[in-house]
């Protein structure tokens, strides 16, 4: 089993920053990519950040040059650095993970997710 635990959420004003980082623990043989999506009220679940096992990344359009997705390959942890914050990132953000697991497995995880709530 794989767990992934993320913290870093909370309350900002518009233009402000937020670090948030998620942790994946358990039986890992690799990561093939990981991620954050975000659900706000009323809307669908939809992608903000992914990087990849070889360093790549893919953002929404609507983050690009604000938001930045790090990893760190001994840790198993990434981050998603959130500058110049608007109202409309408000959501709740879940982690996800593209993992290889015991024996040769591929799954999918989520996050229990974490509240980022931008005020104007």
């Known amino acids: 089993q794989v767990q992934l635990v993320e913290s870093g959420g909370g309350l900002v004003q518009a233009g402000g920053s937020l670090r948030l980082s998620c942790a994946a623990s358990?039986?890992?043989?690799?990561?093939?990519?990981m991620g954050w999506y975000r659900q706000a009220p009323g809307k669908q679940r939809e992608l903000v950040a992914r990087i990849f096992g070889d360093g790549s990344t893919n953002y929404a359009d609507s983050v690009k040059g604000r938001f930045a997705i790090s990893r760190d390959n001994a840790k198993n942890t990434d981050y998603l650095q959130m500058n110049s914050l608007r109202p409309e990132d408000t959501a709740l953000y879940y982690c996800?993970?593209?993992?290889?697991?015991?024996?040769?497995?591929?799954?999918?995880?989520w996050g229990q997710g974490t509240q980022v709530t931008v005020s104007s």
């Open positions: 996800n993970a593209d993992v290889n697991i015991p024996p040769v497995v591929r799954r999918i995880y």
């Open positions: 358990g039986s890992i043989v690799s990561i093939n990519a």
